[in-house]
């Protein structure tokens, strides 16, 4: 399939808008904090979420909307999490999408008026002090009025907490001989694990598709991209990814698996395995991006969780800040993942633009070029090949190492 | 039962003694690095090891002796691992043993000849270089010659790796009005999590008990101590917990449940605690021991389940370093532990010997008083209570925080 790298992240696909703006959430912070995301028309709508026992109350609500398989507006806040709030959070959530839908139908972008269900709210920050409600009712029709066409640059700085780059892109590819657009943006980069590898991420697209179809792709689609990331091994009470999909590309509605479902799959696998990479390499204090893929295990399953293992390995991470050939972590990684595999007929390789060194060869230590290491080692991005021969299947994941930073941003992120 | 603390570590029991020297394992290190420890009669031996797939020399040729259930001595090297190091690696483990069997026998220090199977040894250090055999079978019989009562005090010492302080212990308490004593020894510092909260730990008792029972009473207390300790996630290729009884106590032998099991059983628990602890405060680069206590849980497998996830937590292990009370943290790795529970009726209190500040009650965060919490964050020692109204069951896990100096060890270990 042609797949073709757009501008506009969000608003790539027809009939999106968006906007960002300042609420205030978080004290003496000047970055905008509150990003909205709106199609003109209805949306089929899905959704995953964090599989926290404590969850967000923006999280409750917006995973009960997507059960219903529509939506057409997205509403998120950072600085605040809304999470351990108890009823006074429910209801602050409830009231963060009432905020929304009220000012949408005043103003009336779209032509005819929001269901009052159709809002996915999602919140980012701080665990357990209430939000600051009356701050975003505030703005909520400034916001609005302010959407536009090129209102993912605003959005996507909104939604970002400890992130130091925002992260979005879009594809535009064919089905029927029509232009389809799919745009995301996300948030992450701290308390990322690799059962849903981000706090929030919205996606977008003018595809022609059933809800049911939506569902299906995304949860396929995040198996393999975020489900696979990870930064420092914990799952947050927040974790969404939500996707809105308009049908205004005109394609024949997709509603069941085949050839159309299979291109739009591969679209959006590009663009959230992009993503997954954009959100390891800005882990919370990260100087490298780690890619770890593992080739011949028994299962697709089995070969992603032995290089989840691996990622997320602190003994791991800290030899890749050190830049420090220590494979035998690696190994050790692979050994308690609690996967099946032969030591003796695995091998272990470290390569990126400078080069390529095997370390390890069959269960037996190499003597390796420390020095060809060492360039390899210095780059930014790291991949790391573990060949192992116990089926055909390969799994790919993306971390990245633990730094002084990480600990210095997590020893005082709340005060 | 009364239980006292004495001096002499493994050489507490009767009949055993220890000794501890350089063989010069790791290239331009000073600090002794094998260690022997030997009873002067046959044992009772049992063993618990890493489940970690990747599984060092050393540990499979223990782990098939312990399953034999009996042994007399345990031989240890630090500096090098002895993993990942194939058929050269068996051979070094075999040559290991041997070379201690034929020192024991030529000095001839017990009345009858050493059982060429009743050597355990163990190796830490570094994965994937081979052992240099040569230099430690070179002074295996000085070290022979050498062992003592008071050889404990070296001992303890040639098995530290990053370790910061020497760990080990004995208590002494009375089974049928015989004195009987249990000491131990172990070394741990990073590399730790929960399933074998340590990488070699040693236990002699003079108790006279089976080696089935001897076991039992092994895997029943690594449940609740070592293996409720984690330092960093990584399970080892090396974790290994031995033990021999050698029954010199002369108590009626220990060969079922019952009273005596249950006072054996008690004293083990109590020296392995300590042990634990001294392991999670001894953490690579720690600053701060982090002791979770989960209450009103539903099984004590749950409980120790939901307490190990809290202080696994790389966040809040960052959070105590920043001495930030962040119980946000807290609920969500409770939340992330994949055990069930109820966030509404859980309450969160930090305290140690400074006072206690409960911060989170039956769901709702309270306005706490940070100026007192921060008084009990500066201190070494942290303890979190974690009351739930799931049912009646307690655990307990130990950790460290998260610090610059975990990153800085682990960033240049290798090298």
């Known amino acids: 399939m042609q797949l073709k790298w757009v501008e506009g992240g969000v608003c790539a696909p027809k009939g999106f808008v968006a906007n960002g703006m300042l609420a205030g959430i978080k004290k003496n912070s000047k970055k905008d904090d509150v990003a909205l995301i709106f199609s003109d028309t209805v949306c089929s709508a899905a959704g995953v979420f964090t599989q926290n026992k404590v969850t967000a109350e923006p999280v409750k609500l917006t995973r009960s909307r997507c059960r219903e398989g529509h939506a057409q507006a997205i509403f998120i806040n950072s600085g605040n999490a809304n999470a351990c709030t108890g009823a006074q959070g429910a209801k602050n959530a409830q009231r963060m999408s009432d905020a929304a839908v009220k000012a949408l139908n005043d103003f009336a972008p779209s032509p005819v008026p929001i269901n009052k269900d159709d809002v996915l709210i999602a919140s980012t920050g701080v665990i357990g002090v209430q939000l600051p409600i009356e701050k975003i009712e505030k703005i909520t029709s400034d916001l609005v009025h302010g959407l536009s066409k090129d209102g993912n640059t605003k959005a996507r700085v909104a939604i970002m907490t400890t992130d130091t780059k925002f992260k979005e892109c879009a594809v535009e590819f064919e089905l029927d001989g029509k232009k389809v657009h799919i745009g995301t943006m996300a948030k992450g980069s701290g308390m990322i694990h690799i059962n849903m590898g981000t706090m929030i991420a919205s996606v977008t697209t003018d595809c022609c598709i059933s809800s049911q179809m939506l569902d299906k792709a995304l ?9 696979c990331v ?17 049908g205004q590309a005109q394609n024949s509605e997709i509603i069941t698996t085949g050839k159309n479902y299979e291109l739009f799959l591969e679209a959006l696998n590009a663009v959230n395995t ?10 919370e204090g990260a100087e490298h991006l780690i890619e770890c893929t593992v080739t011949g295990a028994s299962t697709v399953q089995s070969a992603r969780s032995l290089a ?13 800040f050190g830049k420090d050939a220590n494979w035998g972590r690696i190994l050790c990684a692979l050994g308690y993942s609690g996967e099946l595999f032969t030591p003796e007929k695995t091998s272990v390789t470290f390569s990126n633009s400078k080069g390529s060194e095997k370390v390890f060869d069959h269960g037996v230590p190499l003597n390796f070029d420390e020095d ?44």
């Not at 949860?219 to 489900?227: C, F, I, L, P, Q």
């Not at 992009?274 to 882990?283: E, L, Q, V």
């Not at 989840?308 to 890749?320: N, R, Y």
């Open 230 to 246: 990870s930064v420092d091994g914990d799952t947050s009470t927040n974790d969404s990814m939500m996707i809105l999909a308009n």
């Open 219 to 227: 949860r396929e689609s995040v198996a393999g991209t975020y489900n």
């Open 274 to 283: 992009k993503m997954a990479r954009k959100i390891a390499a800005d882990g």
């Open 372 to 415: 060809k290491a060492s360039i390899i080692l210095n780059e930014k991005e790291i991949k790391i090949l573990v060949e192992m021969e116990d089926g055909k299947a390969t799994g790919t994941a993306w971390g990245c190492d633990l730094t002084y930073n990480y600990v210095k941003i997590n020893g005082d992120y709340r005060t």
């Open 308 to 320: 989840k293992s691996v990622i997320s390995s602190s003994l791991v991470k800290a030899a890749f």
